[in-house]
């Protein structure tokens, strides 16, 4: 499958730090794209998407990047809480239904 | 329902058994996907219904993998003779229409089998 890797990247922050994770997906005609965070034991919970006659879309506390160039998402989170500890994930649209996921990157909250 | 429920959360089989997961979606949900995630990784695709046809099941690793919605609301994975290699957990997810709408999921199934 087009999912990557065995190790899970992991990004630790300083509470009330901004928080950057990144996001490389494969399809250059994929057109719509989708993070997710998911907590242990949880399943995955959507937090913003983005379409790709876009390069940027905020939300409450969260900004997604889109680089289509470079095939590159990014997911700022502002103000980073003891909350946002979690798995986060990309996911690309494809056939208009299914969904292609990245790996998934680790966040840690440092009190 | 509130949201997307599976059952069992926990299932331990012995290799060579069937199991049977179930997903309850949102009700009037008309999607309803099947994933399969193994530790640390991330989703991969199974199979896709809309209402009570079967679109895609291209992501089913066997045949002994079989999904169903006969009435076009709650489904079931079946595995059959389950493997080790079967060991994972099982996500549901529902949504109102196609992929481009927001999709919810369920907690999961988390099967081992031993």
């Known amino acids: 499958g087009e999912s990557v890797g065995l190790h899970l990247p992991t990004l630790s922050v300083q509470e009330g730090d901004n928080s950057i994770i990144n996001c490389a997906y494969s399809?250059?005609?994929?057109?719509?794209f989708i993070w997710y965070k998911q907590e242990s034991g949880k399943g995955p919970q959507f937090i913003i998407d983005?379409?790709?006659n876009m390069d940027k879309r905020q939300g409450q506390r969260v900004t997604v990047l889109l680089n289509k160039t470079v095939k590159h998402l990014s997911l700022q989170i502002a103000a980073t809480q003891p909350g946002d500890s979690a798995v986060y994930f990309c996911a690309e649209n494809i056939n208009n239904y299914q969904l292609i996921w990245g790996a998934g990157t680790k966040l840690i909250i440092k009190p | 329902g509130a949201g997307v429920s599976q059952s069992p959360r926990y299932k331990v089989a012995k290799r060579g058994q069937d199991v049977a997961l179930r997903c309850d979606p949102i009700s009037g949900h008309v999607s309803l996907f099947w994933y399969q995630q193994a530790l640390g990784q991330g989703p991969e695709f199974l199979t896709y219904f809309q209402n009570e046809a079967q679109l895609d099941k291209s992501g089913l690793p066997s045949d002994r993998f079989f999904a169903e919605r006969p009435e076009g609301s709650v489904s079931t994975l079946k595995i059959q003779r389950t493997q080790q290699e079967d060991s994972a957990v099982y996500l549901c997810a529902s949504t109102t229409g196609g992929g481009r709408t927001e999709a919810f999921f369920g907690q999961g199934t988390r099967l081992t089998v031993v």
């Open positions: 399809n250059s005609a994929s057109d719509y």
């Open positions: 983005i379409r790709s």
